[in-house]
């Protein structure tokens, strides 16, 4: 693997700016990315606020211990529940196979920046993923895309509820997965490193229920040698942990709210629409009734909290009981989780990607409200990964790739095609066309004088006329294409491959794929290339 990088705009216009450390959405956030010195100053910061470390180590050790406790995971176990260690933290969806290949770019992102910071700073400083089971949006992860016939084919493994329920208490049907995993697979295509993939799927699919569990084994696999920790948001044992912040986040929704929606005015007054949606008097927790996951709202009329479809109502007292008897009922939203895993984890930095960093700028006066400020936003990893195929195409068709991840790439193709057809013939045609038509105003004047009841006739046989002018400048330009047929497949597979459906690779593709081709070394070989986080697009040629 070769390792090169190029500058990318991303796709979301305020986190290229934050990418940029520009005015003046680097005043949305607590520090500023381009001092030397700011992961020192996070750190002096963080080591002076007090964790239950000894808890929280202990939870995530029970929560990975029904994966592999690997000789790294132990070693980062012990490093979290010392009280000079630090960790890098990034929240992720339990993706299918894995999720999409920026699942693994955040991974990779996560273990790189603590190793480089473990080093610079010469403290301990953990890697930890933060695997978002609490979410209800089974149609995010439940899809894998595979390439047929040079285009993206969607898998869709399918399951029926109508409840909000959550990821992690979602169960799948063993046999029904690993016939869609299959499916995917033999998309894949038969390779050298297609059975031991199998055999490893089919083991993960069995000894696991639930998609968080499908999700966390392959990840534990994948990563256990760096160390990396895992955690589900919807785990009890950590809903345990976070009881006590429950009761602050119910005792302050009215304000967090509030401030909440005066950063996202300022934000506004600059150009960018909100990120976070929110109720006019939302409390920015789920409570989980009979299996549904409801949102709470405050009731200002009748001084209660209230689900949006009126299926739970509280009182504040029995709310706050119910946090205290059952809270794995409770969860958090988009608003209050990054404050929660503040409170919770001695955090230097957290991963995240584009959308991440939209709806983390408009949180900061929510964070101050808990005298916190945010941790370091460090913007993940942009990985592509360029086959040979892919750099042979590119020679061959004098394109760069910075040309394609600019999405370039479609007007180019058209540009090929247009300079292809240029060839005098559909001009000749237009001008016979035109010919025609200036010759028929004779014949309709004609008819006019001999008989109007054949005036629709005689429109018809221009029509007609016209049409076989039409289909055969379309037959001309099918066969001009067709000599053109290996080309245009370049142009093609480069799109699918490089940029597909007008978005960066990492969006569509998964690793398995990857892993077919070249094996579970791979995983290893992508994770140890010596990354840079200067905000530039990496590109990894295979």
């Known amino acids: 693997m070769r390792l090169e990088s190029i500058m990318v705009p991303a796709l979301n216009k305020f986190a290229s700016l934050y990418i940029e450390q520009a005015e003046p959405v680097k005043e949305f956030f607590h520090y500023d990315l381009t001092k030397e010195d700011v992961y020192l100053e996070r750190y002096n910061e963080v080591i002076g606020r007090n964790f239950n470390r000894e808890s929280l180590t202990t939870c995530i050790k029970q929560y990975m211990e029904r994966y592999t406790l690997s000789d790294k995971v132990m070693e980062s176990l012990n490093k979290l529940n010392r009280h000079d260690s630090v960790v890098v933290i990034g929240g992720q969806q339990a993706g299918l196979l894995s999720g999409p290949l920026y699942t693994i770019h955040k991974i990779i992102s996560i273990i790189q920046l603590a190793k480089q910071q473990e080093e610079k700073l010469a ?127 119910v005792d302050k929704h009215a304000e967090i709210t509030r401030l909440v929606d005066d950063q996202q005015q300022i934000i506004q007054q600059f150009g960018f629409k909100r990120t976070i949606e929110m109720a006019e008097h939302a409390a920015n927790l789920f409570y989980t009734h009979e299996n549904e996951r409801l949102l709470l709202e405050y009731d200002i009329n009748e001084d209660t909290f209230v689900s949006k479809g009126n299926e739970v109502r509280f009182m504040k007292d029995e709310l706050l009981e119910l946090i205290n008897r059952h809270p794995e009922r409770f969860s958090n939203n988009v608003v209050t989780r990054p404050i929660m895993q503040e409170l919770l984890f001695p955090t230097l930095a957290f991963i995240a990607g584009p959308g991440e960093i939209a709806y983390w700028g408009e949180l900061k ?178």
């Open 365 to 542: 006066q929510a964070f101050e409200l808990f005298e916190l400020n945010m941790p370091i936003i460090t913007p993940r990893l942009n990985i592509t990964l360029v086959d040979a195929t892919s750099e042979r195409d590119m020679e061959h068709l004098h394109l760069s790739l910075e040309q394609i991840l600019k999405n370039q790439l479609a007007d180019l193709k058209q540009q090929f095609i247009e300079e292809q057809l240029d060839n005098g013939f559909s001009t000749l045609i237009d001008q016979i066309a035109a010919q025609l038509e200036k010759q028929y105003e004779e014949i309709f004047a004609s008819i006019q004088s001999i008989d109007q009841g054949l005036m629709p006739l005689t429109r018809k046989n221009l029509a007609f006329h016209k049409n076989q002018l039409e289909f055969l400048e379309r037959k001309v330009e099918k066969s001009v294409l067709n000599k053109h047929e290996v080309k245009l497949n370049k142009y093609q597979g480069l799109e699918s491959f490089l940029y597909p459906e007008g978005s960066f690779q990492e969006r569509m593709w998964n690793l398995f794929y990857f892993i077919n081709r070249y094996g579970f070394g791979f995983v290893d070989d992508l994770t140890q290339l010596n990354y840079s986080f200067d905000g530039k697009h990496q590109i990894v040629k295979l």
């Open 123 to 249: 403290v301990p400083v953990v890697p930890v993923l933060w695997i978002a089971g609490e979410d209800h949006d089974f149609l995010e992860i439940n899809h894998v895309y595979t390439k047929s016939n040079e285009k993206l084919k969607k898998h869709t493994y399918v399951f029926s509820t109508e409840e909000k329920m959550m990821v992690s208490h979602m169960e799948y049907d063993k046999n029904h997965m690993k016939k869609w995993m299959e499916s995917v697979v033999k998309d894949f295509g038969e390779k050298e490193y297609t059975k031991s993939m199998l055999e490893f799927l089919h083991t993960a699919i069995e000894s696991n229920h639930t998609y968080t569990e499908f999700f966390t084994d392959l990840v534990n696999h994948l990563f256990k040698n760096y160390g990396l920790l895992l955690i589900d948001s919807a785990d009890e044992g950590l809903r345990q942990l976070e009881k006590d912040y429950f009761i602050q986040m």
